[in-house]
Nanobody, 125 residues
């Protein structure tokens, strides 16, 4: 199993930046595919970004492409989400998630087995 703990959320003005961190503990960090999701009040949890294991490919939702960057630091067992040019519509609770599957739908929360507790990001206009 792996335990995930997010940090780095906060309040920022539109156009600003934040970097979220997700620290992992437990089994080998490199064995996991990692994802970032977010959930705004009254909305379903939605895909933001993913980093696959081994080949280390990254994928992004269209709504954040070009503004957000996901990365992984194996030495620190941590995954990051750098968020630039933030917009009020980016306001949500952000979650990191993990799975050890060979095949999965990276956009689907149901395909991730482990979740952090979430961190609030609020972007003011």
């Amino acid at each position: 199993q792996v335990q995930l703990v997010e940090s780095g959320g906060g309040l920022v003005q539109a156009g600003g930046s934040l970097r979220l961190s997700c620290s992992a503990s437990g089994r080998s960090f490199g064995s996991y595919n990692l994802g970032w999701f977010r959930q705004a009040p009254g909305k379903e949890r939605e895909f933001v970004a993913a980093i696959t294991r081994a080949v280390e490919r990254t994928y992004y939702a269209d709504s954040v492409k070009g503004r957000f960057t996901a990365s992984r630091d194996y030495a620190k067992n941590t995954v990051y989400l750098q968020m630039n040019s933030l917009k009020p519509e980016d306001t949500a609770v952000y979650y990191c998630a993990a799975n050890a599957k060979l095949r999965y739908n990276r956009d689907s929360p149901a395909d991730y087995d482990y979740w952090g507790q979430g961190t609030q990001v609020t972007v003011s206009s």
